[in-house]
């Protein structure tokens, strides 16, 4: 996703694999822009967790993921 503000670029989508337990799942943001524009940027929100299981069962959820480190200097640091 990028910021219509900074430019920052963060990631917006993941998989993870787990062989070993047989998980496949796809995390995505349940809303794009959900960056914060405090003392610091980041971008913080809720996801949609679908895949397959063990058995390759259909698996859902909703998380929770932050991420820090992808836009310019902080405001503390002279940004605005």
Known sequence: WLSPVDDAEYPSGWRI??????????????L????LRVAFRYWEGSVRVSGKGPGGNEV???GYVE???YAGP??????K
């Open 60 to 62: 859902s959820g909703r």
């Open 17 to 30: 694999r787990v062989p070993e337990q047989e998980l496949d799942l796809t995390v995505t943001p349940a």
């Open 74 to 79: 902080s405001l503390q640091d002279g940004a």
């Open 32 to 35: 794009p822009d959900q960056e």
């Open 67 to 69: 991420l820090t480190g």
